[in-house]
Every structure is written in structure tokens, then in C-alpha cells.
Antibody, heavy 120, light 113 residues
Framework: QVQLQESGPGLVKPSETLSLTCTVS????????WTWIRQPAGKGLEWIGR???????NYNPSLKSRVIMSLDTSKRQISLRLSSVTAADTAVYYC??????????????WGQGALVTVSS | DIVMTQSPDSLAVSLGERATINCKSS????????????LAWYQQKPGQPPKVLIY???TRESGVPDRFSGSGSGTDFTLTISSLQAEDVSVYYCQQYYTTPVTFGGGTKVEIK
């Protein structure tokens, strides 16, 4: 059974870079798409982008200039970097796997989420 | 971007009664080549990640109680809880995966009346 776990600093200063890692346990990373989604407290879900097992990425245009995703299959990790953060980037950040090999699919499973607060 | 609009924002339903949540997409999310709607419904409880209930607009995920059902096609979709249970108190989201950026509805909070 595949499980995902996000990790990283819970506090980031404005203008700095947010860095999170999603560690995958169980199952194969090959052929799947791995997605980052965020959720500000009390608000809805925002798709940040995805990366496939070959390292090809697709980002939300609203964040594209600030986002970099990467993966390391040997470490079973997917990484997210978001630069020049502001308070508006404060959110719970989730990693999720596409349910199947098709990029056009729903998300299951999800990680438990990592709260990142942007504040000086 | 495809805008997903959910209604209502919240609803209160008596235990055992029906709850209905609507979701409308700003353009069709029916892929005509395979006649599939690229829509999923999720349930989110406080402090937890979303959990998929329905995909393809009407297919129940394995393990999801059959009181949850999805319907609709094209641009208009509905999630129905046929007989509300206490454990169904949650926020429900629709999501389109027809195209990127993937987008979600604003959520509907379901409470007990």
C-alpha cells in the first residue's frame, strides 16, 4: 500500500524559498504522476503542479514562475520548491499520486499534509 | 482555466435525510472519444487530506458506502448522500481532471441539522 509523507520547514520568511519533500513508501514510483496541492486554512484546494516519473513537469500558470518540482526515485522522494514566498503562500501543502498511469486521473493516495507558514 | 462552481456553500441535513451537492464546470469535461466525464468528488474531514469518493462522475471508489452516489454529465454534476450519517459531516469538493491546471470547486460544508 502506497503511503506519502510530506516534510520540511514549517516556517519560512517572506521573499525566501519554501522547500518540501514528499517521501513515498510502498509501491512503485514508475509510470505515475506526482502532484502538489495546497490549501490555505479554511479555504479550498489549489493545484500547484505535477511531475511524472521521467521528471517532466506541468505547473499551474499562476505559480509557474516560482515553482520547481523534481524527483529522486532512488530516494523515493518528490520535491517542491516555491520561491519568493509571501503570506499568501501560507497553507497546508499536500502531495498526492494520480490514481493510475493516466495523467488525467483523480488523486489517491494523498499525504497527510505539511503546514507551511510564511512570516518574519 | 476551467472554473468549478459548487452549491450550496453549506447545508444542514437531518440524520437519515438526503443531502445533495451541485457542481458546475465552466466548460464541458466530457471527453467525447471515450464518453467519460473527468470529474471526481472528495470528502475532507478536519485535519485530514481529501479522500476520493467518486470518479468518472459516477463511479464509487472501492470501500465508499453506497449511500454516496454521483451523477451528471458535461457541465452539471451532483453528489448525493442518500441517508446522512453522523460520520458524513465533512467538506465535499468536486474536481475536474479534464485538463491542466486541475481545478477544484470551492467546497460544500455538510452539517447535521
Amino acid at each position: 500500500q502506497v503511503q506519502l509523507q510530506e516534510s520540511g520547514p514549517g516556517l519560512v520568511k517572506p521573499s525566501e524559498t519554501l522547500s518540501l519533500t514528499c517521501t513515498v513508501s510502498g509501491g512503485s514510483m514508475n509510470f505515475y504522476y506526482w502532484t502538489w496541492i495546497r490549501q490555505p486554512a479554511g479555504k479550498g484546494l489549489e493545484w500547484i503542479g505535477r511531475i511524472d516519473s521521467s521528471g517532466n513537469t506541468n505547473y499551474n500558470p499562476s505559480l509557474k514562475s516560482r515553482v520547481i518540482m523534481s524527483l529522486d526515485t532512488s530516494k523515493r522522494q518528490i520535491s517542491l520548491r516555491l520561491s519568493s514566498v509571501t503570506a499568501a503562500d501560507t497553507a497546508v501543502y499536500y502531495c498526492a499520486r494520480n490514481s493510475g498511469y493516466d495523467p488525467a486521473s483523480w488523486y489517491a493516495p494523498w499525504g497527510q499534509g505539511a503546514l507551511v507558514t510564511v512570516s518574519s | 482555466d476551467i472554473v468549478m462552481t459548487q452549491s450550496p456553500d453549506s447545508l444542514a441535513v437531518s440524520l437519515g435525510e438526503r443531502a445533495t451537492i451541485n457542481c458546475k464546470s465552466s466548460q464541458s469535461i466530457l471527453y467525447t472519444s471515450n464518453n467519460k466525464n473527468y470529474l471526481a468528488w472528495y470528502q475532507q474531514k478536519p485535519g485530514q487530506p481529501p479522500k476520493v469518493l467518486i470518479y468518472g462522475a459516477s463511479t464509487r471508489e472501492s470501500g465508499v458506502p453506497d449511500r454516496f452516489s454521483g451523477s451528471g454529465s458535461g457541465t452539471d454534476f451532483t453528489l448525493t448522500i442518500s441517508s446522512l450519517q453522523a460520520e458524513d459531516v465533512s467538506v465535499y469538493y468536486c474536481q475536474q481532471y479534464y485538463t491542466t491546471p486541475v481545478t477544484f470547486g470551492g467546497g460544500t460544508k455538510v452539517e447535521i441539522k
